[in-house]
């Protein structure tokens, strides 16, 4: 078994290194991305109880597609879970969100070092929220990014990014009504690779 991930391994390092690692052109490129990371979500409120929400983990992947040599089009799904207490360490549940993200990058060109992309990133995120204790409302929220792309091939690139989204509060009921305000607004910060089809 060892052997075989050895060789694994040694494959996958020629196949990249058998290239010349640049950044080429992106127009009417399209690209397959996964990431995982953390996100510091805001705080909440369950029974009149302020909730603290824990540092969470967060992944997924999307799809990038090159417009032209600077501008791209983003498109993005990733699962955010994390747990929650309040300000006297009472257990108050887990939340969860999932993000659906359609956006734009501007990608930046540095002739001094083509294996490194910076980006700037904005668009539209619809939240589907989900607790524990209660059923929580979807919600439609926007987002900032910036983040890099670094090269090792032409077509295989690592990435990481961070990420604000800002989106209205959204209600937390259960069969009695509403219980509190969940509120889906968070900063993550991810790594992952980017690969692009040629």
């Known amino acids: 078994m060892k052997k075989l991930i050895a060789l694994a391994g040694l494959a996958a390092l020629l196949s990249i290194s058998a290239g010349t690692a640049t950044a080429d052109s992106i127009r009417g490129k399209l690209a397959l991305t996964g990431k995982i990371g953390i ?26 597609y090159g417009i032209d040599d600077y ?26 969100i999932t993000n659906i993200s359609f956006g734009g990058q501007y990608r930046f060109h540095l002739p001094q070092n083509p294996k490194l992309v910076p980006y700037a990133g904005a668009g539209l995120d619809i939240l589907l929220n989900s607790y524990d204790h209660g059923d929580v409302d979807t919600v439609v929220g926007v987002h900032a990014s910036g983040g890099v792309d670094y090269f ?24 009695g009504g509403k219980i509190g305000n969940f509120n889906p607004s968070s900063f993550s910060s ?5 690969f692009f089809f040629f």
Do not use: C, M
């Not at 699962?79 to 009472?90: D, K």
């Open 39 to 64: 996100i510091n979500p805001g705080d909440s409120d369950v029974a009149d109880f302020r909730v603290e929400p824990d540092i969470g983990l967060i992944g997924g992947g999307g799809l990038l």
């Open 71 to 96: 501008w791209a089009a983003e498109f993005d799904i990733t699962r955010a879970t994390y747990g929650s207490e309040t300000p006297s360490h009472r257990d108050t549940g887990d939340f969860g």
């Open 152 to 175: 090792f091939y032409k077509q295989l690139a690592l990435t990481a990014e961070i990420k604000g989204v800002l989106a209205p509060d959204a209600d937390i009921k259960n069969s």
């Open 190 to 194: 991810t790594v992952g690779v980017r």
